[in-house]
């Protein structure tokens, strides 16, 4: 056996293993932010103060129905055919009553969780990033907090526009 088989044999191992700890990396981040992602659909309706069938997770984008039980489908790695290392992303679904009638109002959040170092970072969708430590139990408010100011603005920001003093009385360009 000549030296150049001998390294390119070596340069194949360490091929081999680098895609193994690839493998295992990506499959831990799939369980450990399903968990979390479990975790903070499961949670986010004791500190919103609604019933618990009025939270579910559904998939990020496309149609959706919060009283459909997803499972997997909920969550960003059910369509690949393989596991990939990336952002585990789902929907957080709120369902609010009408005052007015019977209807109902089904609000939807984009959260991505993706492991960094010993943490996970978590997006709720244009909110700032926030660090969660792998032990989640009971360190989640600032996540739920994040979800409820996001639907919040949702709707508060666009009535605040139009109830602001400036737009009253005439159209044209604000001074600049």
Not at 79 to 84: D, E, K, L, S
Not at 90 to 117: C, K, M, P, Q
Request: net charge negative; charged share 25%.
């Amino acid at each position: 056996m000549s030296e150049g088989t001998k390294v390119a044999g070596e340069k194949f191992e360490e091929l081999k293993t680098a895609i193994r700890d690839y493998g295992q990396a990506a499959f831990q981040n799939l369980l450990r932010c399903r968990a979390l992602g479990d975790a903070i659909v499961g949670g986010f309706h004791v500190f919103e103060g609604c019933p618990e069938e009025n939270v579910s997770a559904v998939p990020a984008e496309g149609a959706f129905d919060p009283r459909k039980d997803y499972g997997d489908a909920a969550y960003s790695y059910s369509n690949r055919n393989v596991i990939i290392l990336e952002p585990v992303r789902f929907g957080l679904s709120l369902i609010v009553g009408n005052a007015e009638d019977s209807g109902a109002l089904w609000l939807r959040t984009v959260i991505a969780t993706e492991i960094i170092g010993e943490n996970f970072d978590v997006f709720v969708a244009s909110q700032p990033v926030i660090r969660v430590p792998f032990e989640f139990d009971g360190k989640l408010d600032p996540v739920f907090e994040a979800i409820h100011r996001e639907f919040l603005e949702t709707f508060t920001l666009e009535v605040n526009e139009f109830l602001d003093a400036r737009f009253k009385t005439g159209i044209g360009f604000l001074p600049g």
